[in-house]
Every structure is written in structure tokens, then in C-alpha cells.
Antibody, heavy 118, light 111 residues
Framework: EVQLVESGGGLVKPGGSLRLSCAASGFTFNLYSINWVRQAPGKGLEWVSSISYTGSYMYYADSVQGRFTISIDNAENSVYLQMNSLRAEDTAVYYC???????????WGRGTLVTVSS | QSALTQPASVSGSPGQSITISCAGTRSDVGSYHLVSWYQQHPGKAPRLLIYEVTKRPSGVSNRFSGSKSGNTASLTISGLQTEDEADYYCCSYAGSHTFVVFGGGTKLTVL
């Protein structure tokens, strides 16, 4: 089955860290860029980050630049999002999405919830 | 505030057609043929409906169509069905600093 599955979400205190994973299956992983898109509770979609299939290109939204790091492991068919210095406003469902490009997302995971609260 | 501006809500009756607008700027919608549209039902992941302004992925009904004029993109849904009731988001590439911007979303109610 062609799918993306996110994991790693949870409750973390402000200033804390979390690492999200996105596992791909059912398609040729190393042909696509992978993105993270988040959705705060009751709010709209916000693009967070993108990584090319080679790992050579990584892009970030201004709101997470310098705090979040995206990485890829082609051997594991996985993309990761290391989130540091977390803030309350980072609370959201985080989706990983396949970029069939340029810059449109044709496959989404179910999402993982990150809650930043003391 | 979202980078792209969509109406908060639209409504229509079964069988009717509706159009959702997505207003951007010449830095995003106006400069690139890279507008996409997504449908999201409550509690579900977004689903791609339209890409590159007018193209439909396989499996998406031809009742969904996209267009663009200047800095504004539009999604038209014809022959409204009850299952079309959902949130709709536009999205555009915005250049090599901002990369991707979404609209704030439009809630479609099928009366």
C-alpha cells in the first residue's frame, strides 16, 4: 500500500525537543521530496519544511528556521523532523506529505499531534 | 494571517456550482503556475484536488476545476454533492525564500 506514516508526537514542555518520523512505503521513496505541513487546532494548514530525495536541499518556513531540522534516511525510507526550542504556538498536527512536484502534495500521512504545554 | 486570502465560508445546494477564490500577490499566485487545491474532511488528512492551477490527479472527479487570473486563483465545484462538504485550501509556490504559502481555508456547506 502506498502510504506515509508519521510518529513521534506527544506532549512536551516549552523549550523542549521532539523528533518526528515519517515512514514511507509502497512507492519509490528516492524519487520524491518530502515535506512537513502542520495544522494548529481549529486552524488552517501551514507549510513547515521540505527535503529533497538526495538530502541536498532543505527548506524551512521562517517560523521554524533555526529551531527545526529536517533530515532523510533513504535506507530506511524515512524523513525526520527534529524540533528544538518548542513553543506553545508549535502545537499542531504535523503531516508529512509527498511532493510530486514541483510544490504540490499528492500523498499525505494521517498526522501526529504535538502539544507544547507546561 | 494567512498569505493567501480565501473566503471563510461558502454554501450551495446539491446540484449547484460554487467557486472559491484564492487571492495572492505577484510574489506567489501571480508569478507561478504552481497553485494547488486541497480538500479536508474533519479529522482527516488533506487530499489533493488540483495542481499546477488546472490539472486534476487521477481519481479526482471532473466536477472539480481550477483556474487563475492575475493574482487570484479559483476552484469551481460543479454539481455539488453532500460529500463535498469539507474545508478547502489553496496553496502556491512563493519563490525561493518563502517557498510555500497556504490560504486560510474555506468551509463549504452543502445545504
Amino acid at each position: 500500500e502506498v502510504q506515509l506514516v508519521e510518529s513521534g508526537g506527544g506532549l512536551v514542555k516549552p523549550g523542549g525537543s521532539l523528533r518526528l518520523s515519517c515512514a514511507a512505503s509502497g512507492f519509490t521513496f528516492n524519487l520524491y521530496s518530502i515535506n512537513w505541513v502542520r495544522q494548529a487546532p481549529g486552524k488552517g494548514l501551514e507549510w513547515v519544511s521540505s527535503i529533497s530525495y538526495t538530502g541536498s536541499y532543505m527548506y524551512y518556513a521562517d517560523s521554524v528556521q533555526g529551531r527545526f531540522t529536517i533530515s532523510i534516511d533513504n535506507a530506511e525510507n524515512s524523513v525526520y523532523l527534529q524540533m528544538n526550542s518548542l513553543r506553545a504556538e508549535d502545537t499542531a498536527v504535523y503531516y508529512c506529505a509527498r511532493d510530486s512536484g514541483p510544490w504540490y502534495f499528492d500523498l499525505w500521512g494521517r498526522g501526529t499531534l504535538v502539544t507544547v504545554s507546561s | 494571517q494567512s498569505a493567501l486570502t480565501q473566503p471563510a465560508s461558502v454554501s450551495g445546494s446539491p446540484g449547484q456550482s460554487i467557486t472559491i477564490s484564492c487571492a495572492g500577490t505577484r510574489s506567489d499566485v501571480g508569478s507561478y503556475h504552481l497553485v494547488s487545491w486541497y480538500q479536508q474532511h474533519p479529522g482527516k488528512a488533506p487530499r489533493l484536488l488540483i495542481y499546477e492551477v488546472t490539472k486534476r490527479p487521477s481519481g479526482v472527479s471532473n466536477r472539480f476545476s481550477g483556474s487563475k487570473s492575475g493574482n487570484t486563483a479559483s476552484l469551481t465545484i460543479s454539481g455539488l454533492q453532500t460529500e463535498d462538504e469539507a474545508d478547502y485550501y489553496c496553496c502556491s509556490y512563493a519563490g525561493s525564500h518563502t517557498f510555500v504559502v497556504f490560504g486560510g481555508g474555506t468551509k463549504l456547506t452543502v445545504l
